[in-house]
Nanobody, 122 residues
Framework: QVQLVESEGGWLQSGGSLRLSCEAS????????MGWYRQAPGKQREFVAQ???????KYAESVEGRFTVSRENDKNTVYLQMNSVKPEDSAVYFC????????????????WGQGTQVTVFS
């Protein structure tokens, strides 16, 4: 069973920066994709950013140019550098990991962290 443990979020002022990290344990295979989602009160969970084991990254339009996702494959760790944050970035941020299926042809395995709160005040 893969477990994802996120770093603490925090409170920060609009325009500030914060780096989140998430370490995966319990996997004996390369994690295909690691990424971040977020959920604000009263809203659905939304995609923020992801990065493949090969380093290809993708971002939500709302964070493009402000957030940077990176990973260290040998540490099974993904990071989210958040710059120029805005109050609308306030949410619980969830780490996500996608692994290959145990048996070829089945769906990939997906795991989630417990979430960490990020609050941005103006």
């Amino acid at each position: 069973q893969v477990q994802l443990v996120e770093s603490e979020g925090g409170w920060l002022q609009s325009g500030g920066s914060l780096r989140l990290s998430c370490e995966a344990s319990g996997s004996n295979v390369r994690i295909s994709v690691m990424g971040w989602y977020r959920q604000a009160p009263g809203k659905q969970r939304e995609f923020v950013a992801q990065i493949t084991s090969g380093g290809d990254s993708k971002y939500a339009e709302s964070v493009e140019g402000r957030f940077t996702v990176s990973r260290e494959n040998d540490k099974n760790t993904v990071y989210l550098q958040m710059n120029s944050v805005k109050p609308e970035d306030s949410a619980v941020y969830f780490c996500n990991a996608v692994l290959p299926p145990l048996i070829a042809g089945l769906r990939p395995r997906e795991y989630w962290g417990q979430g960490t709160q990020v609050t941005v005040f103006s």
